[in-house]
């Protein structure tokens, strides 16, 4: 099981970026246009620089539902594999079988 610290902060970081997202793209889409001066450019990435440093999407780790584990999560499922594993041995993920052919 992970720490709970880690576990809240990043549920935390995944609201600061769902909150910052469009504030997020907005400059960086105005970042990218061609036909806006250097000095311009400068001061809108800055702006960016001063938004929290966890409002970015890139350091949301996707984590177990049930652990907290950050390695092995399948998306589908939101599990860890070791989880997967014993739920679906057990028969408590339906429409999930053991293959055999």
Known sequence: MAKLSSI??????SQLS?????KRNKLKEKIM????SMEER???QSKLNDLPRNSSSIRY???C???GRTRGVYR???LSRIKIRE???SGDLPGVVKSSW
Not at 8 to 13: G, T
Not at 33 to 36: E, F, P, Q
């Open 8 to 13: 809240q902060k990043n549920l935390s970081r």
């Open 18 to 22: 769902k909150k910052f997202k469009n």
């Open 61 to 63: 780790r996707n984590r």
């Open 87 to 89: 739920l679906s041995m």
């Open 76 to 78: 589908k499922f939101g």
């Open 33 to 36: 246009k061609k036909d806006i």
């Open 65 to 67: 539902q049930i652990t």
């Open 42 to 44: 400068l001061k809108l």
